[in-house]
């Protein structure tokens, strides 16, 4: 194996958003690895794609929320492709049952801000003393790019604890952002607006009807390629002065309208 090979890990990315990112950093030319709580079996027409494209890659079945898991994925990566040039922090999870913020469970609290923001926190911390171990290639050392929402700034009171862990994501590309500049690794983040996947299709007439009403300038559903290619923009050389950014990619929805 050629140790010059670009090698992008992506939480998440057996489905939806996750393999849209997937994909087209595949077709950029990085192996893939995949830590996903999903079974490999339940998604093999979408890994029979990426083999198809001449992609490599490496999928774990795993979770972000279980160090266990995250440290034997990164050594199972290491062992494969020798180092790690970008983590796409994009696993994540929605409220079993939407409630009103009155009613919201402690349960539910944890369960999605443990796996939104907690995992990935560590997730980040584990890969980052990674990246900080590894020669600078060109002029960085690794990209992280965490998968927000529009939910950061956009309150939903019946999923309150699905913004609260987004809008905690968005600091903690912050911070990281500062911590890891001086050393060459760089931090992004992109803020999804209503993409079609498995997790917005039990709104989807919802959010059809706002489409349908204008509330988007640009008039369409987003989809998981419209988000591969923004965090491909990233993982280039072309933000190099730039950290701790983020962008939309929402269809205008963050535009305010008089």
């Known amino acids: 194996m050629d140790k010059k090979e670009k090698t992008a890990i992506i939480t998440g990315g057996s489905r939806g958003i996750g393999y849209g990112i997937a994909k087209q950093l595949g077709a950029d030319g990085f192996s893939i690895a995949i830590l996903d709580i999903n079974a ?32 034997a994925f990164l050594e199972k990566t290491l062992a494969k492709y020798g180092r790690v040039d970008v983590l796409v922090n994009n696993a994540g999870v929605a409220p079993k049952v939407r409630q009103d913020l009155l009613e ?10 443990g796996t939104n923001l907690k995992g990935t926190m560590f997730m980040s911390q584990l890969v980052a003393r990674q990246m900080l171990k590894q020669e600078i290639r060109g002029q960085k050392r690794g990209i992280i790019v965490n998968i927000t929402s529009s939910s950061v700034t956009v309150s939903s009171v019946n999923r309150a604890e699905y913004c609260m862990s987004k809008a905690g994501l968005a600091i903690l590309t912050q911070v990281y952002a500062d911590r890891l500049a001086k050393d060459r690794v760089f931090i992004y983040e992109i ?33 998981p390629e419209d988000i591969g290619l923004a965090v491909s923009a990233f993982c280039g050389d072309k933000f190099l002065y730039t950290t701790g950014n983020y962008i939309d990619v929402d269809g205008g929805f963050h535009i305010k309208r008089l």
């Open 191 to 223: 803020r999804p607006g209503v993409i079609d996947t498995d997790m917005t299709r039990v709104v989807h007439k919802k959010y059809s009807d706002l489409i349908e009403a204008g509330v988007f300038p640009v008039a369409r559903w987003g989809y």
């Open 104 to 113: 919201m469970t402690e349960e539910s609290f944890d369960f999605v801000v």
């Open 40 to 71: 490999f079996a339940d998604y093999r027409s979408n890994f029979d794609a990426l083999e198809k494209a001449g992609v490599d890659y490496l999928y774990m079945q795993g979770s972000i929320t279980e160090k266990g898991d995250r440290e």
